[in-house]
């Protein structure tokens, strides 16, 4: 039977409608079973901490497990890549930071791209780097520490999150703005490093401030800086490399959550929902700050502002970290 052309377009109509349809459908019955967060560094890495705390307040809004998956290994590279190639379905969710989503990618040979393969959520928090050292290290001050590190170069040893991390890079400038020289030594994420650290095994680490706020405070390191234009609230104590004469070094660690590429819109609304109603929690935001985070205000919460931070980053460092030389290990 010969249908008439305009059933014929009514039909076709509907049956283009089908995907959109099914999509929405999925997203009005999002989340129906447990969400992974993938965290691209290992335990004791700041980002775990910060994946658990919001996981928990997740679990609560969302209605059902946010679990974490710690998938580890070159400068964040390999989890990041786990998650670019997981369904985009809002089920698999990556968060990562400076290292994993800007320095990896200029570095490691990675089969991905972090600003084209994923959908923003949300900004989460930032913290500044500090120059430490071991506890016995004979500088007592940074001044006191360029004065040694010129009269010894290569004699110190300097703990990194590999290639393309925030402390390789930060280390990597202060050798330039200062004229001292000291070797790197590879870790496979911030916990390891900072434990090297503590144990006397190296001798310096440009350490991300959440990692090091601890061990600052129990005395069993030696903070000499933060690298940043305004001291840090969690130990404002500690002077900026600014007001000791050591200028520009501000590499800002700052965590987002992402989905992979194709993720339904309605999905990342709602997920933007759930985070910002987390990092807008009294429990969550003592959580974060007692770990020395401080969190996105709420206009830098939108995917819109995470993607265009994110792209920023990106544009002001890929072309520094290239110029440096810096290359995987």
């Known amino acids: 039977m010969k249908l008439p052309r305009r059933r014929l377009l009514s039909l076709a109509a509907g049956a283009a409608a089908l995907p959109a349809l099914s999509r929405m459908t999925r997203a009005q019955h999002y989340p129906s079973r447990p969400i992974t967060i993938i965290v691209p560094v290992p335990p004791g890495g700041v980002a775990d901490p910060i994946a658990r705390v919001l996981a928990d307040h997740l679990s609560v809004t969302l209605g059902q497990p946010v679990v974490i998956e710690n998938v580890t290994g070159a400068g964040g590279s390999i989890g990041v890549g786990r998650a670019a190639r997981a369904a985009p379905d ?15 990618g200029a570095v490691y040979p990675v089969q991905y791209d972090a600003l084209k ?21 004979p500088a007592d001050d940074l001044k006191e520490l360029i004065v040694w590190l010129k009269a010894n170069p290569d004699k110190a040893t300097a703990a990194t999150v590999g290639a393309g991390s925030a402390s390789q890079v930060s280390a990597v400038y202060f050798q330039r703005a200062t004229g001292t020289r000291f070797q790197f030594v590879p870790f496979r994420g911030g916990g390891p490093a900072i434990q090297a650290e503590v144990a006397g095994h190296v001798d310096l680490m440009f350490n991300e401030a959440t990692g090091a706020l601890s061990y600052v405070l129990n005395r069993q390191i030696k903070p000499y800086a933060v690298l940043a234009k305004t001291r840090w609230f969690a130990a ?56 020395g985070q401080e969190i996105f205000p709420p206009d830098k919460q939108t995917p819109e502002a995470l993607h265009a931070f994110h792209k920023a980053e990106i544009d002001k460092w890929w072309p520094i970290i290239k110029a440096a030389g810096i290359k995987a290990e």
Not at 90 to 104: D, F, K, M, P, Q
Not at 117 to 137: H, M, Y
Not at 266 to 278: F, M, P, Q, R
């Open 90 to 104: 809002g089920y698999t969710l990556s968060i990562g930071n400076w290292l994993s989503h800007v320095g990896a």
């Open 117 to 137: 393969d994923f959908e923003a959520v949300s900004l989460l928090t930032n913290s500044p780097i500090l120059i430490t050292a071991r506890k016995d290290f």
């Open 236 to 291: 404002p104590d500690i002077p900026t490399s600014e007001e000791l004469g050591v200028p520009g070094i501000n590499i800002s660690f700052w965590h987002g959550l992402w989905v992979p590429k194709g993720t339904p819109k309605e999905i990342v609304v709602k997920l933007n929902g759930a985070v910002a109603a987390a990092l807008a929690d009294p429990t969550v935001r003592k959580r974060l700050t007692d770990i």
